[in-house]
């Protein structure tokens, strides 16, 4: 029940195109969903979050689609470009108490082709 | 900027040694996490940290031990190594409650 499942592992988009990553989730309590970007030699930055209590955020190129009632949420990148190739992880945080813990997915490396 | 570091980008150990992993946040954050990073199993968190001195097991605890005795500073100890702790370790802080997590550049840890 704490699982997040990330899919795909991998993706190869041409630069232009739509990048899109999903995770499902089984907990309904979890009630704060982030995307953390990870270029190699760094670790994991916050890239966009979003609550359960709206259906879609956009910043800039990247949006969460959240859907509550299936428990998934993706992630899409618009105008896809090579500086975008990174592993991806989405995570779930349930926001009650004070210990901040996520739960990863799996991760999904993306390339964006020239 | 929030910093936080890691005391070594990659370490060499043999198997049975014990293995100290350090990690310095420069933010006065209360929460401090360790996890471990393999292809295809995402982020695992070994141990996390709320406040000084206080700690609590996360999904893989078992083979390491943690020490926070300052507020800056989070120790991940393997007390002996062994060649399936082979991995990415990232240690990562963050304010109080559901914030952003911070994390470090990672240490590559290889158990011979």
């Known amino acids: 029940q704490q699982q997040v499942k990330q899919s795909p592992q991998s993706l190869i988009v041409q630069k232009g195109g739509i990048s899109i990553i999903n995770c499902a989730y089984e907990?309904?309590?979890?009630?704060?969903f982030p995307w953390y970007q990870q270029f190699p030699g760094k670790g994991p930055a916050l890239l966009i979050a979003?609550?359960?209590?709206?259906s879609e955020k956009k910043e800039g190129r990247f949006t969460i689609s959240f859907n509550k009632s299936a428990k998934q949420f993706s992630l899409h990148i618009m105008d896809s470009q090579p500086g975008d190739s990174a592993t991806y992880f989405c995570?779930?945080?349930?926001?009650?108490?004070?210990?901040?813990?996520?739960?990863f997915g799996q991760g999904t490396t993306l390339q964006v082709k020239p | 900027d929030v910093k936080v570091t890691q005391s070594s980008r990659y370490l060499v150990k043999r198997t049975g040694e014990k293995v100290f992993l350090e990690c310095v946040q420069d933010?006065?954050?209360?929460?401090m996490f360790w996890y471990r990073q393999d292809p295809g199993l995402g982020l695992r968190l070994i141990y996390f940290?709320?406040?000084?001195?206080?700690?609590e097991k996360g999904d893989i605890p078992e083979g390491y031990s943690v020490s926070r005795e300052k507020k800056e500073r989070f120790s991940l100890i393997l007390e002996s190594a062994s060649t399936n702790q082979t991995s990415m370790y990232l240690c990562?802080?963050?304010?109080?409650?559901?914030?952003?997590?911070?994390f470090g550049p990672g240490t590559r840890l290889l158990v011979l």
């Open positions: 990562a802080s963050s304010p109080g409650g559901p914030k952003t997590q911070y």
């Open positions: 907990n309904t309590a979890f009630d704060y």
């Open positions: 979003i609550r359960p209590d709206v």
């Open positions: 995570a779930a945080s349930i926001t009650s108490g004070n210990t901040g813990k996520l739960i």
């Open positions: 933010m006065d954050h209360e929460n």
């Open positions: 940290s709320y406040d000084v001195k206080m700690k």
